[in-house]
């Protein structure tokens, strides 16, 4: 990313959580029409929090998930750009996308414990366990660039927990 102003982008963390098979959540977009709604739970940084304590509240407020072991998080910032789409509704806050740092988290918990109504906003309305490369079939056409760097950094960790 180097000679790319990062200033214009919106600081945002994304969560890749696995499971003891090395499956990827995935959560179906409420508020997007198929076929392009399924994702990685993701979103900003509050003012005064740190990167690793927003991921985790990101993931807590979208999945209800707090059971979870630290695996990685990628190095530097992984960025997309908004579709004019989104810049001309004012989503964009006045961002023209976002830079992230991604978590990969083991889940350790029970799926009962997956609640995506923990938040009073609901971000997701349906989750499935899939293939961590399943995300970039079901992802935002303008967030796959940034998919495929996530994947390949955590592609390694896509595999049955060593630690049951």
């Not at 029409?33 to 993931?59: I, S």
């Not at 999945?63 to 004019?84: H, Q």
């Amino acid at each position: 990313m180097s000679g790319q102003d990062l200033s214009r982008y919106r600081t945002n963390v994304g969560i890749v959580l696995f499971n003891a098979a090395g499956e990827a959540f995935l959560g179906r977009r409420a508020d997007t029409a198929p076929p392009y709604n399924w994702q990685f739970p993701q979103g900003g940084v509050d003012a005064g929090e740190t990167l690793d304590d927003a991921a985790l509240r990101e993931l807590l407020e979208e999945t209800g998930v707090s059971s979870v072991r630290f695996l990685a998080a990628t190095d530097g910032w992984i960025t997309y750009d908004f579709p004019e789409e989104v810049l001309a509704s004012g989503r964009g806050r006045g961002y023209v996308g976002q830079k992230q740092v991604w978590y990969a988290f083991r889940f350790v918990g029970d799926e009962s414990e997956i609640r995506l109504d923990a938040h009073d906003e609901v971000e997701f309305d349906q989750w499935r366990w899939a293939p961590l490369a399943t995300a970039l079939e079901t992802v935002a056409p303008f967030k796959r660039t940034a998919y495929e760097a996530v994947i390949a950094a955590f592609t390694p960790l896509a595999e049955p927990d060593p630690q049951p």
